[in-house]
């Protein structure tokens, strides 16, 4: 899936700079009489992201990070800001809509630095228990760095917000609203995805009362995993503290210890990798299904950044199969060549997924495994990817739906008869999933390439894709995989084993 941002930028090809530092009145003082600043290293930091975010499209996932590395802002301090920053992009919607009850301006009409200032303060004072003169003082104080005109307008609106708890504003701002309406406010979800949530969940056989319980999953933070890559690694080499526990579901996953995972020197050589459990299922679903045959050539046609392309080629290895790893940027082709690297039977393209078919290194006789983890909306990944749901909308969909779709078909016109396609995404939508998988059938048909649907769930009974085989069978329905954070603790993802027959 292509949500995941080039890592070389994380604000559009602009390094991050330290915000400028606050004017003294009166000219230059001496250091000891300096006004000593209200704000901390963790909410400049917090603070700074918000901003990028908001005026520069950047990821919060890739720049905050940096960030806090550049800084040397750890432990405790950054996980502060860490919590700061996504808090507030997960319920940037809510607090919006609180904001603009009190202001004498809209939300979207303000500058970039009043507005997150005041988002920033309103998540302290609704969401994060911050005492609400730190709350509001530091707010100011970090308008007044950027923006000083500013500072009375921020100081007077969040003392109107602080007025009321979360939970008095929520019921002010739902009453007389329909049910929808009230779930995209009291959840921080913009509407359409509210929607799409439970139409999903009513195609999944599920209860449409679970709609809250997926909302509120949404505004969890997701605890990191980590995947020990098999045949390079051991998870005992990653268990490094003490409450770190087995995944429920993979049996490669580790929680992350506390701190930078990205220290452990498993990590640092590739070896082993964060890695929501999710994505991990998915590539040992793909691997896992039988094939009739051959089983010695696979293929990962949308491979960027890597994560499935390696535990793929850690599995391959082990059977003595070769990997082709594919995607159409070459920067992502150079990071699943990172992620790669401790494999030597995985060799790399830059093409088109959708037009495999023209390219002079794809096999006559065909693939006997591919994965396509399609580009889609990320929505499946709001936990670990908050400011997706403010950055995508509904026209995203059907922009995207006719690119899957061109995908799947060319995966299939690549795989031989007897092999098997795993399509998948990070995307619930029913439009990203079901429908894509029965239109590509159908236009594989067409073209004269007969597939049938592999019961997923017998796949997982065979073993080798989850650790509590009968627990995840049970919350599937139908023969597709159907992963849910308010289920599964993983990323809602979306996955169809397709295997040809013609």
């Not at 929501?276 to 949308?302: I, R």
């Not at 069978?473 to 040809?500: E, K």
Request: with cysteine; charged share 20%; proline share 6%.
């Amino acid at each position: 899936m292509s949500t995941t941002p080039p890592a070389h930028s994380a604000r559009s090809g602009r390094p991050p700079g330290k915000p400028p530092l606050r004017k003294q009145a009166g000219g230059p003082a001496a250091p000891s009489k300096a006004k000593t600043p209200l704000v901390d290293a963790a909410r400049s930091a917090a603070f700074e992201v918000l901003c990028a975010v908001d005026a520069d499209d950047a990821f919060a996932n890739l720049l905050l990070p940096e960030i806090l590395r550049s800084r040397g802002i750890d432990g405790r301090d950054a996980a502060f800001a860490t919590e700061l920053t996504y808090s507030t992009l997960r319920y940037c919607g809510q607090l919006d809509a609180i904001l603009d009850s009190v202001g004498t301006r809209p939300v979207a009409d303000m500058d970039a630095q009043t507005r997150n200032a005041l988002r920033l303060g309103a998540c302290q004072l609704l969401h994060l228990r911050t005492p609400e003169h730190a709350a509001i003082a530091t707010s100011v104080d970090l308008v007044s760095r950027v923006r000083k005109s500013a500072t009375g307008f921020v100081n007077a609106v969040l003392r109107q917000v602080q007025k009321r708890d979360v939970d008095q504003w929520l019921e002010l701002l739902t009453e007389g609203k329909s049910a929808s309406e009230q779930m995209a406010v009291r959840y921080s979800h913009p509407r359409w995805i509210v929607s799409s949530i439970s139409d999903a969940l009513v195609k999944a056989g599920r209860s449409p009362l679970e709609l809250q319980q997926a909302l509120e999953a949404n505004n969890i933070a997701a605890r990191p995993m980590l995947i020990a890559r098999p045949g390079v690694c051991d998870s005992d080499e990653l268990a490094v503290a003490e409450q770190q526990v087995s995944g429920r579901w993979s049996p490669y996953a580790l929680t992350a210890p506390p701190g930078d995972p990205g220290a452990l020197p498993a990590i640092r050589d590739g070896r082993a990798a964060v890695q929501d459990e999710g994505s991990q299922l998915v590539a040992l679903l793909a691997v896992s299904a039988t094939v009739s045959g051959s089983d010695e050539l696979w293929l990962d046609a949308c491979a960027g950044p890597g994560g499935k392309a390696a535990l793929m080629a850690a599995v391959a290895g082990i059977r003595g199969a070769s990997v082709i790893a594919v995607d159409q940027s070459a920067h992502r082709v150079e990071l699943v060549k990172r992620a790669c690297r401790p494999f030597g039977n995985v060799t790399t393209h830059t093409a088109d997924a959708a037009a495999l078919a023209t390219y002079p290194w794809v096999p006559a006789a065909g693939y006997d495994r591919v994965l396509v983890d399609v580009p889609c909306t990320g929505i499946g990944a709001l936990r670990r990817r908050p400011e997706l749901r403010w950055r995508r909308s509904a026209s995203d969909v059907g922009t995207l739906v006719g690119l899957q779709e061109a995908i799947l078909v060319s995966a299939l016109s690549v795989t031989r008869s007897g092999g098997v396609v795993t399509y998948s995404t990070c995307s619930p939508h029913v439009l990203e999933t079901d429908a894509v998988v029965s239109r590509a059938r159908a236009a594989a048909a067409a073209a004269g390439i007969a597939t049938e649907i592999v019961d997923a769930r017998e796949v997982i009974a065979a073993g080798g894709v989850a650790v509590d085989a009968d627990a995840l069978i049970a919350t599937q329905n139908d023969g597709y995989l159907r992963l849910w954070p308010h289920v599964h603790g993983t990323d809602a993802m979306f996955a169809a084993v397709i295997r040809v027959t013609s």
